[in-house]
C-alpha cells in the first residue's frame, strides 16, 4: 500500500467539468485513417507530458504545396455547396408555403369558386320613335351574342395577335407573357406591357373592378385558372368578344361594329377588326368618335401584329391600312335624350324592375322631333343674348295626348334638366283660360262684359301690362289682350277655389294656391301638364293624359305593357268648350299672338308673361296638335322683356307650321259665334258703367246651366263677410239684389 501510494504520488479528486473531462484523451483508433497526415506519432509518455490546459494553442502552419492541399481544398468546398442547397431547399418550401397561403387568403375574399356563375348582361332600353326609327338607348350598349363561327376568322385573331399571342397553349396565366412584359416594363422604366392574358381579362370584366391592385390581379389570376378549367378555349374567347368594352358605351364586337360603322360584326373589314382590336387597350382615349388619329394609328400596329402572327400575309396587312368607313354619331347632344330620360323615370311604374333587356316603342314622331329641336335651338341662338334668355322647352302633343315632340333644353349634354317635365314655372296669363272656363261654366259668355279699370285687392294693386284700361270689354277681347284687371275680377267673382278645381279637372296637377293672384298664373307648373290640360279644349272636352309610351316588349318580342286607350271622360261641357275655343282663337287673330298664325288652320291659344319678365310662354293648338314653348332662365333671373307674343309665338309658329304641313285641315270642335244673353246676369252687365277704383265684392254666381247631362261645378264663395261696394257699378249692385248677396 504505502510503495503504491508512493509511486502514485497523491491525487486530489475532482468535481464537475474537469471530472468529466479529465479521462477524455483521442487515441489512435480515433483518428481517421489515411488523413494525409504524414507527422511521426507521439508516444503515449510524450502526450501526458504536454499540458493540457496552460500552454497557449499553437500556431499552424501552412499546408504543404501538392496533393494534399487539394484533397483539403475539395473538402472544404463540400460543406458550403451542403449548406448552399439545404437553405435553398429550406426557401423553396416557405415560398410554396407563402403561395399557398396567399392564394387561400385571396380565395376567401371572393365568393365560392363552385357557386360562379358568368353574369348576365346588362339590361339595356332601347327607345324608338312612333316610326320604329331608334331614338335613344339606356343602359349600357351591348349588341346581341354572337358566335365564333358568325364572324370572320380574322376578326378574333386580331384580338389574339395584340393581346394575346399563346392564348391557345397557356393555362389563363402566361408566366412568358409576363416574364417579357416584366422585362420590357423595366427597359422603358414604367408600365408600357402588360401580361394579362385573355382569360384574365375575361375575369376582371365578369366578376371584378377596374382597380388596380395586387389583390384585385391575384383575384384576376386565381379566376382565369377556373375559367379555363370550367369552359374551352373557344368558349372563353366567345365570352370575351361579347362583354369587352370598346368606348362610348358599347360592350361587346356587334355593339361595337354598329356603333363605329353601322354594320354587324359578320360584315367588317380586317381593317375595321384590327381597329376594334385595337380599341381594348385604351377604349375611352382610342374611340374613333373622339379620337381618329389615335385609332388608325393604333389599328396599324394591329394590323403589324396580325402579319406578324401569319394570321394575314404582309400584303393584306398594307392593303388594309387606311381609313375605315365611320359611321359614328354624336353622343348625348340631342334633346330626344330627354324624351328618353322621362320615359326611364316612368318605366318602373309600367313594368317594375328591368330584369332583361327591352324596346320601348313610343309617340315620338322622329321628323317632328327634329323640327322642335331645330326651332328651340336656332331661336335661342339667334336672340338669347338680345333678350336674356339662355333656356327653352316645347312639347307637343296630339289631342288625346299622345307626345310627338319633347325638347327639355337646349343642350343635353350641357344639361340633362328637362325644363318640359321637371321644372316648374310661373305661367302667367297663360292660366287664364282656367278662370275663363269656371265664369263659362258659371253662366257666362265670350259676349259677356266686364271692367277693365284699376284694380285693388287687399293693398295688391295689379295692372295691365300696357298699363292702359278700356273700360267696359267683352270677355271675348279681355281675353284676346290678357287684360289682369278682368282676369282677377272673374276669378273673385267665381271664386279662386273654382279656378283651382277647373285647373285640376282639365290635368294640372301641381299644388295651385286659391287665391287672388291665381288667375294670373302664379302658382308654378310644368309645360307638359298645362299642354295636357290644353288638350281637352281641342279634342272636345275630354281628359288628357300626356304619354309617349305604347309599348314595351323584351328583345324576343315577349309584351311586358301596351298602353290601353283612355276612358272617355268629359271634362269640358261641350258647349263650353265652343266658348273657349271662339275666344283663344281670337287671341290668334287680334290679340297678343297675332304672330301665331299656321295658313288653311283654324287655331287658339294663351300667352303668358310672369312677373318681371322671368317666365315667357304661348301654348297653341289646332285640331291635329297642341304645343306648349317656354322660354326663361334656369336661375328665374329676369328677361329683357321677353314676352309670350314674342320669342315663344316665334318658335311655336315655325314647329306648328312645319307639323302641319301635307295634313289634312280640320277645324277646331264647338265654334261658334252667336252666343245670346243667357240669364238676367248677362243682360245686367252688358248695361254696367265702367268700375271705378275699387275691386268689386264677392258675389254668388248666377246657378250653373246645365247642358247634356253635364253639369259645372257649384261656386265656392271667398270672404263671406264681404259686401259689394256703390264703386263696383250697377253689375255687383244687381248681382247683390237680385241672388242675395252677402248680408
Same mark, same amino acid.
Given at each position: 500500500?504505502?510503495?503504491?501510494?508512493?509511486?502514485?504520488?497523491?491525487?486530489?479528486?475532482?468535481?464537475?467539468?474537469?471530472?468529466?473531462?479529465?479521462?477524455?484523451?483521442?487515441?489512435?483508433?480515433?483518428?481517421?485513417?489515411?488523413?494525409?497526415?504524414?507527422?511521426?506519432?507521439?508516444?503515449?509518455?510524450?502526450? #501526458?507530458?504536454?499540458?493540457?490546459?496552460?500552454?497557449?494553442?499553437?500556431?499552424?502552419?501552412?499546408?504543404?504545396?501538392?496533393?494534399?492541399?487539394?484533397?483539403?481544398?475539395?473538402?472544404? $468546398?463540400?460543406?458550403?455547396?451542403?449548406?448552399?442547397?439545404?437553405?435553398?431547399?429550406? &426557401?423553396?418550401?416557405?415560398?410554396?408555403?407563402?403561395?399557398?397561403?396567399?392564394? $387561400?387568403?385571396?380565395?376567401?375574399?371572393?365568393?365560392?369558386?363552385?357557386?360562379?356563375?358568368?353574369?348576365?348582361?346588362?339590361?339595356? $332600353?332601347?327607345?324608338?320613335?312612333?316610326?320604329?326609327?331608334?331614338?335613344?338607348?339606356?343602359? +349600357?350598349?351591348?349588341?346581341?351574342?354572337?358566335?365564333?363561327?358568325?364572324?370572320?376568322?380574322?376578326?378574333?385573331?386580331?384580338?389574339?395577335?395584340?393581346?394575346?399571342?399563346?392564348?391557345?397553349?397557356?393555362?389563363?396565366?402566361?408566366?412568358?407573357?409576363?416574364?417579357?412584359?416584366?422585362?420590357?416594363?423595366?427597359?422603358?422604366?414604367?408600365?408600357?406591357?402588360?401580361?394579362?392574358?385573355?382569360?384574365?381579362?375575361?375575369?376582371?370584366?365578369?366578376?371584378?373592378?377596374?382597380?388596380?391592385?395586387?389583390?384585385?390581379? &391575384?383575384?384576376?389570376?386565381?379566376?382565369?385558372?377556373?375559367?379555363?378549367?370550367?369552359?374551352?378555349?373557344?368558349?372563353?374567347?366567345?365570352?370575351?368578344?361579347?362583354?369587352?368594352?370598346?368606348?362610348?358605351?358599347?360592350?361587346?364586337? +356587334?355593339?361595337?361594329?354598329?356603333?363605329?360603322?353601322?354594320?354587324?360584326?359578320?360584315?367588317?373589314?380586317?381593317?375595321?377588326?384590327?381597329? &376594334?382590336?385595337?380599341?381594348?387597350?385604351?377604349?375611352?382615349?382610342?374611340?374613333?368618335?373622339?379620337?381618329?388619329?389615335?385609332?388608325?394609328?393604333?389599328?396599324?400596329?394591329?394590323?403589324?401584329?396580325?402579319?406578324?402572327?401569319?394570321?394575314?400575309?404582309?400584303?393584306?396587312?398594307?392593303?388594309?391600312?387606311?381609313?375605315?368607313?365611320?359611321?359614328?354619331?354624336?353622343?348625348?347632344?340631342?334633346?330626344?335624350?330627354?324624351?328618353?330620360?322621362?320615359?326611364?323615370?316612368?318605366?318602373?311604374?309600367?313594368?317594375?324592375?328591368? %330584369?332583361?333587356?327591352?324596346?320601348?316603342?313610343?309617340?315620338?314622331?322622329?321628323?317632328?322631333?327634329?323640327?322642335?329641336?331645330?326651332?328651340?335651338?336656332?331661336?335661342?341662338?339667334?336672340?338669347?343674348?338680345?333678350?336674356?334668355?339662355?333656356?327653352?322647352?316645347?312639347?307637343?302633343?296630339?289631342?288625346?295626348?299622345?307626345?310627338?315632340?319633347?325638347?327639355?333644353?337646349?343642350?343635353?349634354?350641357?344639361?340633362?334638366?328637362?325644363?318640359?317635365?321637371?321644372? #316648374?314655372?310661373?305661367?302667367?296669363?297663360?292660366?287664364?283660360?282656367?278662370?275663363?272656363?269656371?265664369?263659362?261654366?258659371?253662366?257666362?259668355?265670350? %259676349?259677356?262684359?266686364?271692367? %277693365?279699370?284699376?284694380?285693388?285687392?287687399?293693398?295688391? #294693386?295689379?295692372?295691365?301690362?300696357?298699363?292702359?284700361?278700356?273700360?267696359?270689354?267683352?270677355?271675348?277681347?279681355?281675353?284676346?289682350?290678357?287684360?289682369?284687371?278682368?282676369?282677377?275680377?272673374?276669378?273673385?267673382?267665381?271664386?279662386?277655389?273654382?279656378?283651382?278645381?277647373?285647373?285640376?279637372?282639365?290635368?294640372?296637377?301641381?299644388?295651385?294656391?286659391?287665391?287672388?293672384?291665381?288667375?294670373?298664373?302664379?302658382?308654378?307648373?310644368?309645360?307638359?301638364?298645362?299642354?295636357?290640360?290644353?288638350?281637352?279644349?281641342?279634342?272636345?272636352?275630354?281628359?288628357?293624359?300626356?304619354?309617349?309610351?305604347?309599348?314595351?316588349?323584351?328583345?324576343?318580342?315577349?309584351?311586358?305593357?301596351?298602353?290601353?286607350? %283612355?276612358?272617355?271622360?268629359?271634362?269640358?261641357?261641350?258647349?263650353?268648350?265652343?266658348?273657349?275655343?271662339?275666344?283663344?282663337?281670337?287671341?290668334?287673330?287680334?290679340?297678343?299672338?297675332?304672330?301665331?298664325?299656321?295658313?288653311?288652320?283654324?287655331?287658339?291659344?294663351?300667352?303668358?308673361?310672369?312677373?318681371?319678365?322671368?317666365?315667357?310662354?304661348?301654348?297653341?293648338?289646332?285640331?291635329?296638335?297642341?304645343?306648349?314653348?317656354?322660354?326663361?332662365?334656369?336661375?328665374?333671373?329676369?328677361?329683357?322683356?321677353?314676352?309670350?307674343?314674342?320669342?315663344?309665338?316665334?318658335?311655336?309658329?315655325?314647329?306648328?307650321?312645319?307639323?302641319?304641313?301635307?295634313?289634312?285641315?280640320?277645324?277646331?270642335?264647338? &265654334?261658334?259665334?252667336?252666343?245670346?244673353?243667357?240669364?238676367?246676369?248677362?243682360?245686367?252687365?252688358?248695361?254696367?258703367?265702367?268700375?271705378?277704383?275699387?275691386?268689386?265684392?264677392?258675389?254668388?254666381?248666377?246657378?250653373?246651366?246645365?247642358?247634356?247631362?253635364?253639369?259645372?261645378?257649384?261656386?265656392?264663395?271667398?270672404?263671406?263677410?264681404?259686401?259689394?261696394?256703390?264703386?263696383?257699378?250697377?253689375?255687383?249692385?244687381?248681382?247683390?239684389?237680385?241672388?242675395?248677396?252677402?248680408?
Amino acid at each position: 500500500m504505502g510503495s503504491a501510494k508512493k509511486k502514485g504520488g497523491r491525487k486530489e479528486p475532482l468535481f464537475g467539468l474537469p471530472a468529466a473531462l479529465a479521462d477524455l484523451r483521442l487515441t489512435a483508433a480515433d483518428r481517421i485513417p489515411g488523413g494525409g497526415d504524414d507527422r511521426p506519432k507521439k508516444s503515449a509518455s510524450k502526450r #501526458k507530458a504536454e499540458p493540457v490546459d496552460d500552454e497557449p494553442p499553437r500556431e499552424r502552419k501552412a499546408p504543404a504545396k501538392g496533393g494534399g492541399a487539394k484533397r483539403r481544398s475539395k473538402s472544404s $468546398i463540400r460543406p458550403g455547396l451542403g449548406r448552399l442547397i439545404y437553405w435553398g431547399a429550406v &426557401l423553396s418550401l416557405w415560398g410554396v408555403i407563402a403561395v399557398i397561403g396567399v392564394v $387561400i387568403w385571396v380565395g376567401a375574399h371572393l365568393p365560392p369558386i363552385q357557386s360562379l356563375e358568368i353574369p348576365k348582361r346588362p339590361p339595356t $332600353i332601347q327607345i324608338v320613335g312612333m316610326d320604329g326609327t331608334p331614338l335613344a338607348q339606356r343602359g +349600357e350598349m351591348t349588341g346581341a351574342n354572337v358566335s365564333l363561327k358568325d364572324l370572320p376568322p380574322y376578326l378574333p385573331k386580331a384580338f389574339i395577335a395584340i393581346e394575346d399571342r399563346r392564348f391557345y397553349s397557356h393555362f389563363g396565366i402566361d408566366p412568358i407573357g409576363i416574364l417579357r412584359a416584366l422585362v420590357t416594363n423595366v427597359l422603358h422604366r414604367g408600365v408600357s406591357q402588360g401580361g394579362s392574358t385573355l382569360t384574365q381579362q375575361l375575369a376582371k370584366n365578369l366578376f371584378l373592378t377596374q382597380e388596380r391592385t395586387m389583390q384585385r390581379k &391575384l383575384q384576376e389570376a386565381e379566376l382565369a385558372i377556373w375559367l379555363e378549367r370550367k369552359h374551352s378555349k373557344n368558349e372563353i374567347l366567345e365570352l370575351y368578344l361579347n362583354r369587352v368594352y370598346f368606348g362610348s358605351g358599347a360592350y361587346g364586337v +356587334e355593339a361595337a361594329a354598329q356603333k363605329y360603322f353601322g354594320k354587324p360584326a359578320k360584315n367588317v373589314t380586317i381593317a375595321e377588326a384590327a381597329m &376594334l382590336a385595337g380599341l381594348v387597350k385604351s377604349p375611352s382615349r382610342l374611340a374613333p368618335n373622339r379620337n381618329p388619329e389615335g385609332a388608325e394609328a393604333r389599328a396599324k400596329v394591329v394590323l403589324a401584329a396580325m402579319a406578324d402572327a401569319q394570321f394575314i400575309t404582309e400584303a393584306q396587312a398594307q392593303a388594309s391600312i387606311g381609313h375605315p368607313s365611320y359611321n359614328v354619331k354624336p353622343v348625348g347632344a340631342g334633346t330626344v335624350n330627354y324624351v328618353a330620360d322621362w320615359i326611364g323615370e316612368v318605366l318602373d311604374d309600367l313594368v317594375g324592375q328591368i %330584369d332583361d333587356s327591352i324596346k320601348v316603342e313610343t309617340t315620338i314622331d322622329p321628323k317632328l322631333q327634329a323640327v322642335a329641336e331645330a326651332a328651340v335651338i336656332d331661336e335661342l341662338a339667334a336672340k338669347s343674348v338680345k333678350f336674356n334668355v339662355s333656356q327653352g322647352a316645347l312639347v307637343a302633343m296630339t289631342p288625346d295626348g299622345a307626345v310627338r315632340a319633347m325638347v327639355g333644353g337646349r343642350n343635353y349634354s350641357e344639361s340633362q334638366y328637362n325644363r318640359a317635365v321637371t321644372a #316648374k314655372r310661373q305661367p302667367g296669363s297663360s292660366f287664364k283660360p282656367f278662370v275663363y272656363l269656371t265664369a263659362m261654366e258659371q253662366g257666362l259668355t265670350p %259676349d259677356t262684359v266686364r271692367q %277693365d279699370a284699376p284694380i285693388e285687392v287687399k293693398g295688391w #294693386k295689379p295692372e295691365n301690362y300696357t298699363h292702359e284700361y278700356f273700360g267696359a270689354v267683352t270677355l271675348t277681347h279681355a281675353l284676346a289682350m290678357s287684360l289682369n284687371s278682368v282676369a282677377i275680377r272673374l276669378g273673385l267673382e267665381v271664386g279662386p277655389k273654382n279656378v283651382v278645381r277647373t285647373a285640376h279637372r282639365l290635368g294640372i296637377t301641381s299644388k295651385l294656391e286659391p287665391n287672388a293672384s291665381i288667375a294670373l298664373g302664379t302658382s308654378e307648373v310644368s309645360v307638359v301638364e298645362m299642354v295636357g290640360a290644353y288638350a281637352s279644349f281641342a279634342n272636345g272636352g275630354f281628359a288628357a293624359v300626356p304619354h309617349v309610351v305604347t309599348r314595351i316588349k323584351t328583345l324576343d318580342g315577349k309584351l311586358l305593357y301596351m298602353r290601353q286607350p %283612355d276612358e272617355h271622360n268629359q271634362v269640358i261641357e261641350p258647349r263650353y268648350v265652343g266658348m273657349m275655343n271662339t275666344m283663344m282663337r281670337e287671341t290668334l287673330i287680334s290679340g297678343t299672338a297675332k304672330k301665331a298664325e299656321i295658313p288653311g288652320w283654324q287655331a287658339a291659344g294663351k300667352t303668358g308673361t310672369s312677373q318681371d319678365y322671368r317666365d315667357a310662354w304661348f301654348i297653341g293648338y289646332t285640331a291635329n296638335l297642341v304645343t306648349g314653348v317656354w322660354l326663361g332662365n334656369d336661375d328665374n333671373s329676369p328677361t329683357r322683356k321677353a314676352t309670350g307674343g314674342g320669342l315663344p309665338v316665334e318658335v311655336w309658329t315655325r314647329f306648328m307650321r312645319a307639323a302641319h304641313e301635307g295634313v289634312q285641315v280640320a277645324a277646331l270642335p264647338n &265654334l261658334q259665334t252667336n252666343w245670346g244673353p243667357s240669364n238676367l246676369v248677362q243682360i245686367s252687365s252688358q248695361i254696367s258703367p265702367p268700375a271705378q277704383a275699387a275691386a268689386p265684392g264677392l258675389a254668388p254666381g248666377p246657378a250653373p246651366v246645365s247642358n247634356g247631362g253635364y253639369r259645372a261645378p257649384p261656386p265656392t264663395r271667398t270672404n263671406v263677410n264681404a259686401r259689394p261696394e256703390a264703386a263696383a257699378g250697377l253689375d255687383g249692385w244687381l248681382m247683390d239684389r237680385l241672388f242675395g248677396g252677402n248680408r
